[in-house]
């Protein structure tokens, strides 16, 4: 279930400093105290004291960014989503929100659900390689290969150093039942970003497509 889960920590910690020097609260004690926690791993803490911060300003978007990245590192997923939609809702209108929102319902089986949040990532940034892939991965696993292949080519573009692209594009040879160019990808993720966190998927469809 949590194969995912540090490709998406990689992008949530990406912005979780950016997110209190942005907030409304920046320089409060409790803000500080917070985000150290959230640094340090401390969850239970620091979602106690996000709860306190947020009731007292319950549309603080960013607050809640950080606390939907505590609960994920923690394993809660139903949590971290419900914040994560506060975010979304309240701002700041990032295209990370978005894109971080689609791994959680790609990683539901809710594929469709996750291209339109991919759709949002991109409207917001089309420059975003992470959401290009994510959304590819999407496709090719709804048999909309053609599609997905595209935006697979599309992210490895804009950064051909995540092993991650590589994965979707033995993916979508394998499902296409070109399993000699599936190797062949596979073979290019080893030592690319990421790669440590897929090894496992990768050896995987190794064993099924090269012969």
């Known amino acids: 279930m949590w194969q995912f889960n540090r490709y998406l920590k990689f992008i949530l910690f990406s912005l979780i400093f950016?997110?209190?020097?942005?907030?409304?609260?920046?320089?409060?004690?409790?803000?500080?105290?917070?985000?150290r926690l959230a640094k340090?791993?401390?969850?239970?803490?620091a979602c106690d004291l996000g709860r306190k911060i947020?009731?007292?300003?319950?549309?603080?978007g960013r607050i809640a960014y950080i606390?939907?990245?505590v609960f994920l590192n923690w394993e809660k997923e139903d949590s971290s989503l419900v914040y994560l939609n506060?975010?979304?809702?309240?701002?700041?209108?990032?295209?990370?929100?978005?894109?971080?929102?689609?791994?959680?319902?790609q990683?539901?089986?809710?594929?469709?659900?996750?291209?339109?949040?991919?759709?949002?990532?991109?409207?917001?940034?089309?420059?975003?390689?992470?959401?290009?892939?994510?959304?590819?991965y999407s496709k090719i696993l709804l048999g909309r290969f053609r599609e997905g292949m595209k935006d697979?080519?599309?992210?490895?573009?804009?950064?051909?150093?995540?092993?991650?692209?590589?994965?979707?594009?033995?993916?979508?040879?394998?499902?296409?039942?070109?399993y000699s160019s599936a190797c062949k990808w596979l073979q290019k993720a080893y030592g690319k970003k990421f790669y440590d966190q897929i090894e496992n998927q990768i050896?995987?469809?190794?064993?099924?497509?090269?012969?």
């Open 67 to 69: 606390m939907s990245d």
């Open 107 to 136: 990683n539901r089986d809710d594929h469709e659900g996750a291209i339109a949040d991919f759709n949002k990532a991109l409207e917001h940034d089309s420059t975003a390689p992470y959401a290009y892939n994510n959304r590819g």
């Open 54 to 60: 947020l009731h007292k300003n319950p549309e603080d």
């Open 40 to 45: 340090e791993g401390d969850y239970e803490l």
């Open 86 to 105: 506060k975010a979304i809702e309240y701002g700041p209108d990032w295209d990370a929100l978005y894109n971080n929102r689609g791994l959680i319902l």
């Open 203 to 211: 050896e995987f469809i190794k064993m099924r497509v090269c012969k």
């Open 18 to 35: 950016f997110c209190c020097a942005c907030s409304n609260n920046v320089g409060d004690p409790q803000v500080v105290e917070f985000e």
């Open 152 to 178: 697979v080519l599309k992210s490895e573009e804009l950064d051909d150093d995540n092993a991650y692209v590589y994965r979707n594009k033995a993916l979508f040879y394998e499902k296409t039942a070109k």
